[in-house]
């Protein structure tokens, strides 16, 4: 079994890695098979960071995307 610390590398490191055995912990399968999106809890736990770390990431990524339109 790995430890957490192993997985929050992985996470952190691969492009394609989740936890999520499911969808045999990669990202691509589980966009396939959740393509309508899905609630900040679910990309938490996927993450294996708060829900309150997946908000603030967000809202980061909308204000940068935002100051980009304006140049």
Known sequence: MV???ELHRRIRQEVDYIR???????LAKFLAKN???VENSTIARLLMISEEEVEKIYNDAVRMLKAGMKD
């Open 3 to 5: 430890d957490k610390n």
């Open 20 to 26: 999520c055995p499911k969808c045999g912990n990669s």
């Open 35 to 37: 393509s309508e999106g």
